[in-house]
Each structure stands twice: as C-alpha cells, then as structure tokens.
C-alpha cells in the first residue's frame, strides 16, 4: 500500500489542502469507463484539474463502446469503476440482466437530457401544440401533441419507433414517462419477452448515444430520449428538434451515477474515499460562481478522448441555454446541474424511483412490499461513503460544510406535482402508493402475462 499525505502535492495540486488527511491507498492506478456524453464531466475534470492526482491515484480513463461493454468491464475487473446509468446498479444487484453486486457513493449531476423527434415528426406534431404570444411553442411539450401523430402512423400500418439508450436507463423511463403521462402506452416487458413492446403504442429500442443523430437522420428512428450534446447536435445537423427537456419533464432528477463493485469498496474503502474526493471537488468545480468554468468545461469534453463532439454543440446545453428549433435559444440555466441542489448525494429516494419504473412497466416481474425498496436502495446507494469523503474534504479546507446534507436520513423531500410534467407528485417513502397513482403502468399485483396486463 501507498501511503499518502496529500499536503506534499502542492506542487502538482491547483488548490492544495494546508492540512490534510493521511490515508493508506489500497490501490493507486485505477481505470475508470465512461460513454461519450457530457455528464461524464465530473470524471474528466477531476483528472485535468488534478484532483485525482492530489489524492495519489494514478487514474486513465477509458471510452467504452455502449453501456453493456461498461457494466460487463466493471464487474468483472477491467475497469475500477465507471459513469453509469442510474439503473445499472440497480438492475445487477436485484439479477435484471447480469447479476452483480455493484454500489454508488456518488451521483454524477442532475437532468441533462432530451428528447428529439425528427423534421417530419415535427412539422405534423406542431398543429397540436400550443403557441405563446411571439409565435414560438410552449413548453414543456405534451406527448398529446404526438398522440395523432402515432395514430395516423399506426393507421397507416407503419410502427412508430423511437430510441433510448439502454433498458434500465434514465433515457428510457424519462421518454416512457412522457409517453404515459400524453396518453400513449410505451410498453411492457416480461420474463419471457424483454422487448420492452408489448402492447406497446410507440415501440422504443436501443441505439447508442452517439448514433442517435444518424440512426434519426437515416429514418430507422423517428425521436429519441439521449443526454448530450445528441440533442443538440441533431439541431446543428438541422435533422431533428428536442420537444423537451427533462428538466421541464421533472425538475432536478437524478442522473448518472459512478458505480463501483461492492468487493471493490469492501477492498479498497481508503482508495474508494479517495475517488470520492476528487468526483466532489469536480463537482463544485463545474457549478461554482455561477457556472464560471462551463467554457473551459466545454473545451474538455469537445476533446477526442472525451465526448469528442464540436465545441458550440457542447455549450448549446452546458452553458445555461439549450436550443429547441434553430433560433430558439432559451434559457435553461439548470439543464447539467452538477454540485447545486445536493446533486452528488448519492439519495435512497432517487433509486426507489427507478425501481418503481421498473416495476410500473414489468422489468420487476412482481409486486413487492415497500419495506424491499427501501433495502434495495441501501444495499446499492451508499451515502455514508459520500459522507465520510465530504467531511474529509471539509477538515481539509476544500469544501464548506454548508454544501453537504449532512442530516438526511437518505431520503428527499417528496417531489411536489408541479414539478412534474403529469402534475403526480413522488415520494420515496411510499413507492407502492406512488404506483397506484400513476395511470398508465403495473399497480398492485398486476403482471404481464403473454401479451397483456393480468391481475
């Protein structure tokens, strides 16, 4: 092992600690994988700006080819650690897809994603949605503008099909539940059938993020639910216009997270604190003085190794605006949020609320007792990690005391319903009742047997 006393590495350091911890590092040369969006942010912050290297770690960080490749290098060592879906950790440990136990001390950011639909999808959208005073539409955009789209496709004989990145991530809930809360079924899986589409009014499938754009262009999607820059990149490329953001889908929700094994964290806790040090103080690097750093964010992430996408369609979104049609530029300054509003807290209530879209659509077969999502959730997110990192960057002169939760009890104040497009409020501590509210979706103990909903 490596011992480490950080207040030697004020030559290396930008900001360097005057009294630091002294920590044992397990392990000091570290891979980490990411997939080429935006909110990978935090990880390539914290090795340009030398945060990994004032915590001793030696780190590289690797793109992966799609999200299956970055769960599969994690769990079986190739990689230490990775940006993830939300729903990856999750979906491993309770055995939907690969089985594995993998844990988050860290969130990576709050909202940052969109979703697209294609010219024509548009043009024929745009009759069913309001307009405000200067002609422009009206956010946030209903799916009940896309109902008759999908109507006259249907009619038609022709299946309307739309993109997300992965079955357990964030892209696909957000879009179903903008579907759901227009009226239009997404579709449910099932043991024996996990296409997602039974019964389903818009069939969605998987398309990698940067193939959004192309796969949108080339006509095999008509909309897609991505993070960016690929909805603003279908803009620049004048293939596709964003409908909404999910920020005006459900203001502030959880995002990435940076998910570890839990042998890892049982086998390296100090190097494991270590990395949550520097994810932190990238963190508070990307939002403080009111977004100072976005520009030279940007210049980072439009690198090749990184997202690799042009430098103006990575500010579109990261700088505070976010562009709907050409010349629609509003003002969006919480779109990537990644230190404000407890964004790095690694919330109980923000993984109860991907179990229930599990649950609602039949990724989690049966009906299970709120007592089980509260235990799966603190078996997979780990706050006290985060914490114990946090309070060693404070003791450190690092981080103000005030930007910590220090006294939750894991859970978030409920999500009052005007925050969400379907005016549904949600709170963690009940997700059964949360269920039940919402109209389309498995409530109770309904099931999905062969091509309907049971029960």
């Known amino acids: 092992m490596k011992k480490l006393v950080l207040a030697a590495l004020a030559s290396t350091a930008l900001i360097s600690p005057a009294f630091a911890e002294t920590l044992e590092l397990e392990k000091d040369e570290l891979t980490f994988g990411f997939i080429k969006l935006t909110d990978m942010a935090p990880l390539a912050v914290a090795y340009e700006q030398g945060y990994f290297d004032d915590e001793g770690l030696f780190v590289t960080l690797e793109a992966q080819a799609n999200w299956k490749v970055l769960l599969d290098g994690v769990i079986d060592g190739q990689l ?36 697209t639909v294609s010219n024509d999808v548009w043009e024929a959208m745009r ?120 920020y005006q889908l459900w203001k502030n929700n959880p995002e990435k997270v940076f998910g570890i094994t839990q042998g890892f964290a049982e086998e390296n806790p100090n190097t494991t604190l270590a990395v949550v040090k520097a994810l932190i103080r990238a963190a508070m690097w990307l939002d403080e003085n009111d977004n100072a750093n ?86 997979v997110y780990k706050p006290e990690i985060y ?27 409920a999500t009052p319903a005007e925050d969400i497009i379907d005016k549904i409020g949600y709170d963690g501590k009940t997700p059964n009742a949360y269920l039940d509210s919402l109209p389309i979706g498995l409530k109770g103990d309904q099931r999905v047997i062969g091509n309907e909903v049971q029960g």
């Open 387 to 413: 914490l114990e990192a946090a309070r060693l960057l404070v003791d450190e002169g690092l981080a103000d005391a005030d930007g910590f939760d220090w006294d939750s009890d894991g859970y978030k104040a």
């Open 80 to 115: 230490d650690g990775a940006h993830m879906l939300a729903g990856q950790p999750l979906a491993a440990t309770i055995g939907y897809g690969t089985k594995a136990h993998i844990i988050t001390p860290f969130s990576m950011d709050l909202n940052g994603n969109g979703i």
């Open 294 to 379: 976005r520009e030279a964010a940007v210049e980072i992430l439009s690198r090749p190794e990184y997202v690799g996408a042009d430098f103006d369609v990575i500010a579109a979104s990261m700088t505070g605006t976010f562009e709907f049609e050409k010349g629609d530029i509003r003002d969006v300054p919480d779109f990537n949020v990644f230190f404000r509003y407890n964004a790095t807290y690694p919330y109980y209530s923000d993984a109860v609320w991907y179990l229930t879209q599990m649950r609602r659509w039949g990724q989690i077969a049966e009906a299970k007792p709120d007592s089980w999502y509260d235990e799966v959730a603190k078996s």
């Open 127 to 246: 009759p069913h949605v309001p307009s405000m005073e200067d002609g422009r539409p009206q956010h946030p955009i209903s799916a009940e503008a896309l109902r008759p789209v999908i109507e006259d496709y249907n009619a038609k004989g022709k299946p309307f099909n739309m993109g997300m990145v992965f079955p357990v991530s964030t892209h696909n809930y957000e879009l179903r539940y903008w579907l759901a809360a227009g009226g239009i079924n997404p579709g449910y899986y099932a043991p024996d059938n996990i296409s997602g589409q039974i019964g389903a009014e818009a069939l969605l499938s998987v398309t990698p993020p940067p193939q959004m754009p192309a796969t949108l262009e080339a006509g095999t999607i008509y909309g897609y639910a991505v993070g960016e820059p690929w909805n603003q990149q279908a803009v620049a490329k004048g293939i596709g216009v964003p409908v909404i953001t999910d």
